[in-house]
């Protein structure tokens, strides 16, 4: 059993408030009805400090546009090449791809720069409907691809954690996805029918934000 899940945080007033969010999704890795094979893996890690929080603080901090160029997108990029080259594989030979989502820009900028297009990203960027749920990112846009992927489709996925590393992965999809689809709700149908928007003085009321004086 694995699981990706995370409740994103960001102080008061910080740009990680436009697109912090929770959720995650889970999966059981096996040998039995196997719904999409691993014929790939490759990880790229460096010591580069983009984002941290200290003991016992609330809230993060992190690096602004630090985060980007030799944070996100050095790791990201490196690994998915690595795997690209590692498998022989090339964008064309895959009918999607989900990288890491911090927001909407970064995830489609990766992929224009490795050669994949707009169609193969789509599927997969949930960001732009649930926000930046940290290490459930990409395991959520996984999900979501499979919902609409095919037998016989090859899934790039690649994510991304600061501190910093990204893990890469090449999925095949089988047969099997078909006898198991419906035996669960999609990720459209579970971001829409739970989806209701609070006002910012409820969003920081509820995720604790404004603290009383005893």
């Known amino acids: 059993l694995g699981i990706g899940a995370d409740t994103s945080q960001g102080a008061p007033g910080d740009a990680l408030e436009f697109t912090a969010s929770a959720g995650g999704s889970a999966f ?4 039995e009805r196997v719904v999409a094979e691993v014929e790939h893996t490759y990880s790229y890690t460096s010591d580069t400090a983009d984002f941290w929080r200290r003991e016992g603080r609330m809230y993060p901090m992190h690096g602004g546009r630090f985060t980007g160029e030799p944070a996100y997108f050095r790791h990201l990029l490196s690994a998915a090449r690595g795997i690209l080259e590692q498998s022989g594989l090339k964008p064309e030979d895959f009918a999607f ?12 900028k990766a992929g224009k720069i490795l050669g994949f297009t707009p169609r193969q990203l789509k599927p997969g960027l949930v960001v732009t409907h649930i926000g930046n749920t940290y290490s459930g ?5 996984f ?16 994510s991304f954690g600061s501190g910093a590393g990204s893990d890469a992965f090449v999925f095949r999809v089988t047969d099997e996805i078909e006898a ?4 669960a709700p999609t990720f ?4 829409q029918r739970t989806k209701f928007y609070l006002n910012y003085g409820e969003y ?3 995720r604790g934000k404004i603290l009383m004086n005893d």
């Open 28 to 31: 059981i890795f096996g040998r």
């Open 143 to 158: 999900s979501a691809t499979l919902d609409v992927a095919q037998p016989g489709d090859r899934i790039l996925l690649v």
């Open 204 to 206: 920081v009321k509820y």
């Open 188 to 191: 459209q149908q579970v971001s």
């Open 180 to 183: 198991v689809r419906h035996l």
């Open 137 to 141: 990112s990409s395991p959520t846009g």
């Open 97 to 108: 791809a989900v990288f890491h989502m911090p927001n909407g820009k970064f995830p489609m």
